[in-house]
């Protein structure tokens, strides 16, 4: 047998054991600066909603039908002349109350996580739901989501504890158009402010 033949064999096995090696540390690496990145960053791409579940204070309005620019004919949401308001409210960063214009009074509400951002309430047997299903407008130094695309819905399905997804698939049609957004992230509210001396 070859020395030479026998030497370049086990330089081409050592080679690939250093590849090996480095892929290994590289993986390694790669998932240490995952790991230590901003937690902000990391849930941005798992779950685009999550500044708006975080938020204190989420305000939405709702149209029972679309304006028509009469220049472009495109169909339009004109903030202020909503046919509804709601506005949800995370008390001490955990329970989610809403206060909507076409009843009195607060009620609870489950927010719910899946491709889109449900926010369910249910009054008198009926399921009152607001699901967020896009970012319409991003801050332009941030590249924060500062509106959201939103529809609410009213009706006797179920199924929206279940699979609220599929729910919000198969009646968005009947749903009425709007948008949310996020006041006061990041801010402490007014009334938990110490008084100035």
């Not at 009054?123 to 299903?133: C, D, F, K, P, R």
């Amino acid at each position: 047998m070859d020395s030479r033949l026998g030497g370049a064999q086990t330089s081409s096995a050592m080679n690939k054991s250093v590849t090996k090696v480095g892929i290994i540390r590289g993986i390694v690496l790669l998932l240490a600066l995952i790991a230590g990145a901003p937690a902000t960053a990391q849930q941005s791409t798992a779950f685009p909603f999550e500044q708006l579940v975080r938020s204190p204070m989420v305000h939405c309005a709702f149209y029972r039908a679309y304006d028509i620019d009469p220049q472009s004919g495109q169909r339009l949401l004109v903030e202020g002349r909503s046919d509804s308001l709601t506005h949800y409210q995370r008390h001490r960063g955990q329970r989610v109350r809403s206060i909507d214009t076409r009843r009195s009074g607060a009620v609870d509400v489950h927010v719910v996580r899946g491709r889109y951002l449900h926010y369910i309430e249910r009054t008198a047997g009926m399921y009152v739901v607001t699901t967020v299903y896009a970012c319409l407008e991003r801050d332009p130094q941030s590249d924060m989501c500062i509106n959201y695309g939103a529809v609410n819905a009213r009706h006797f399905d179920a199924r929206v504890l279940r699979e609220p997804d599929k729910v919000f698939e198969e009646l968005q049609a009947l749903a009425e158009p709007g948008f949310c957004d996020h006041s006061f992230i990041h801010l402490q509210e007014a009334a938990n402010r110490p008084p100035r001396p």
